[in-house]
Antibody, heavy 118, light 110 residues
Framework: EVQLVESGGGLVQPGGSLRLSCAAS????????MLWVRQAPGKGLVWVSR????????NYADSVKGRFTISRDNAKNTLYLQMNSLRAEDTAVYYC???????????WGLGTLVTVSS | QSALTQPRSVSGSPGQSVTISCTGT?????????VCWYQQHPGKAPKLMIY???ERPSGVPERFSGSKSGNTASLTISGLQAEDEADYYC??????????FGGGTKLTVL
């Protein structure tokens, strides 16, 4: 059974940093593109970042470029999102998700809530 | 790039059919056959219902179907059931590495 379990969310002050983790199991993690998608309270889904299977290619939404860094450790079956210079508008539930094909995501974690507030 | 356009809400009675539209441009929905639909119940993670315009992942009921015409994709739910009440989001590949979502549609089963 495929499982994705996010952790690392919490309350952080504007300008602060957080590192999210996503532990994967039930599939060959090292063979799949992985993505982060966020959802602000009461709002829709927004793509944040994605990474290729060996970690050599990364892409970011313009809203997080230069502040967020996606990475992965295939030995640990874990995806990461390092978030720096956080802003109030980064407040959201952050989901990690597995790519089925062409950015269409067949498995999602339950999400972890990040709240940026003073 | 802007989000894809969906109606904010649709409704239908049990047993009826409803269709949710998703309008983009020739750079996304109209340009690629990589359009998908997610169902999201309150407080839950999204669930993939349709991918590549018309394909259903294993376990998704045949009542859910997808189509596309020009820059508009559609999700049709036939034989509406109470458990179908949820938010629905479309998505589309938009060239290079870009992934776009629609703003979401709230489906109410009357």
């Amino acid at each position: 059974e495929v499982q994705l379990v996010e952790s690392g969310g919490g309350l952080v002050q504007p300008g602060g940093s957080l590192r999210l983790s996503c532990a994967a199991s039930g599939f060959t993690f090292s063979s799949n593109w992985m993505l982060w998608v966020r959802q602000a309270p009461g709002k829709g889904l927004v793509w944040v970042s994605r990474i290729n299977p060996d970690g050599s290619v990364t892409n970011y939404a313009d809203s997080v470029k230069g502040r967020f860094t996606i990475s992965r450790d295939n030995a640990k079956n874990t995806l990461y999102l390092q978030m720096n210079s956080l802003r109030a508008e980064d407040t959201a539930v952050y989901y990690c998700a597995k790519d089925l094909t062409w950015n269409q995501l067949d498995y999602w974690g339950l999400g972890t809530l990040v709240t940026v507030s003073s | 790039q802007s989000a894809l356009t969906q109606p904010r809400s649709v409704s239908g009675s049990p047993g009826q059919s409803v269709t949710i539209s998703c309008t983009g441009t020739s750079s996304d929905v109209g340009g690629y056959d990589h359009v998908c639909w997610y169902q999201q119940h309150p407080g839950k993670a999204p669930k993939l219902m349709i991918y590549d315009v018309t394909e259903r992942p294993s376990g998704v009921p045949e009542r859910f179907s997808g189509s596309k015409s020009g820059n508009t994709a559609s999700l049709t739910i036939s034989g509406l059931q109470a458990e179908d009440e949820a938010d629905y989001y479309c998505c589309s590949h938009a060239g290079s590495y870009i992934l776009l979502f629609g703003g979401g549609t709230k489906l109410t089963v009357l």
